[in-house]
Nanobody, 125 residues
Framework: QPQLVESGGGSVQTGGSLRLSCLAS??????MAWFRQAPGSDREGVAA????????FHAESIKGRFTISRDLYKNMIYLDMDNLTPADTAMYYC????????????????????WGQGTQVTVSS
């Protein structure tokens, strides 16, 4: 069973960058994703990556600014975030599921059974 632990969150100013990391034990054959949830909002899919790390999806809201990647040898999933804005302020979660499929499923939080506890990202203006 996958075990996920996120790190790397923090407070930055508008235009800054952060790298989020997810130590993802037991996920060699799993598809992985990052989600985020701001206070009072639904959980939103940010990016997903296939088991081999070749196929990726990025949500339109962050495309060109955020990049998902994975290091299979280290069991790590990363989310590199550039040009951050206050709208990116949220709790960010790493999640795992068995199958790689279409973007509408891969960025749907209801399709993921395994979750980390999250790491907070706060962007100030």
């Amino acid at each position: 069973q996958p075990q996920l632990v996120e790190s790397g969150g923090g407070s930055v100013q508008t235009g800054g960058s952060l790298r989020l990391s997810c130590l993802a034990s037991g996920t060699t054959l799993h598809s992985m994703a990052w989600f985020r949830q701001a206070p009072g909002s639904d959980r939103e899919g940010v990016a997903a990556i296939s088991p081999g790390g070749i196929a990726k999806f990025h949500a339109e809201s962050i495309k060109g600014r955020f990049t998902i990647s994975r290091d299979l040898y280290k069991n790590m999933i990363y989310l590199d975030m550039d040009n951050l804005t206050p709208a990116d302020t949220a709790m960010y979660y790493c999640a795992a599921r068995d199958m790689w499929t279409t973007i509408d499923i891969m960025l749907n939080p209801q399709k993921y059974p395994w979750w980390g506890q999250g790491t907070q990202v706060t962007v100030s203006s």
